[in-house]
């Protein structure tokens, strides 16, 4: 079975700090990778979703992940973040298997607090 | 409408209460998930419906609970003989395709 692993449970910055979040999943087949972010108060949103080609992917509000497959890593990054990026942040993965529902398996999350 | 709309969002049930939670999912979508968020947990897999077909309930945590989509739109999860442990938010999503799921507010459900 699949499994995800976000090892960071609480992270606090401050505004303007540059942002990694650590994502590792799991599984030998072949997946797609996605981060999730719950603002408070809000239901989950997709952030960026990575499917194939360019392991280096854009989502909104200036957050990128980086797949690498030899790592079975997705990790989240911001070079610059603001007190509105507090949020909780889920790392998920769902397999391209024949036959798989596609359901999402998703890591424990991390919650980031932005300090003004 | 323009999202998942799942009701109601909140629900307090006695233990041994029967409840049921309503999801509608985006217009067009064939895909309908389940998901149960425990407190300080991402969400997990209950089960899965492609149109009016459930093909996937391995994550249904007994048989207590039920879903189903019997029009291939809304569906609704039933828990039947509530527990304490059944005190979670039960998430509902929706894809075109089974790739990107769109997430609905969830539904905060107390078994007191």
């Known amino acids: 079975a699949q499994s995800v692993s976000q090892h960071n449970h609480h992270v606090i910055l401050s505004e303007a700090a540059s942002l990694e979040l650590g994502c590792n999943y799991s599984?030998?087949?072949?997946?797609?990778l996605f981060w999730y972010v719950q603002y408070p108060g809000q239901h989950l949103q997709l952030l960026l979703k990575?499917?194939?080609?360019?392991?280096l992917v854009k989502g909104i509000k200036g957050f990128e992940a980086e797949f690498i497959k030899s790592k079975f890593s997705f990790n989240l990054r911001k070079p610059s973040v603001q007190w509105s990026d507090t949020a909780e942040y889920f790392c998920?993965?769902?397999?391209?298997?024949?036959?798989?529902?596609?359901?999402?398996?998703f890591g424990s999350g991390t919650q980031l607090t932005v300090l003004p | 409408g323009a999202g998942v709309s799942q009701s109601p969002r909140y629900k307090v049930a006695k233990r041994g209460q029967d409840v049921a939670l309503r999801c509608d999912p985006i217009?067009?979508?064939?895909?309908l998930f389940w998901y149960q968020q425990a407190l300080g947990q991402g969400p997990e897999f209950l089960t899965y419906?492609?149109?009016?077909?459930?093909?996937?309930k391995s994550g249904l945590p007994s048989d207590r609970f039920f879903a189903e989509r019997p029009e291939g739109s809304v569906s609704t999860l039933k828990i039947q003989r509530t527990q304490q442990e059944d005190s979670a938010v039960y998430l509902c999503?929706?894809?075109?395709?089974?790739?990107?799921?769109?997430f609905g507010p969830g539904t905060r459900l107390t078994v007191l």
């Open positions: 990575y499917f194939s080609g360019d392991p």
């Open positions: 419906f492609q149109n009016e077909a459930q093909l996937d």
């Open positions: 999503a929706s894809s075109r395709g089974g790739d990107e799921q769109f």
């Open positions: 217009s067009g979508h064939v895909s």
């Open positions: 998920a993965v769902n397999s391209l298997s024949s036959g798989s529902a596609r359901q999402l398996t």
């Open positions: 599984y030998g087949g072949t997946v797609n």
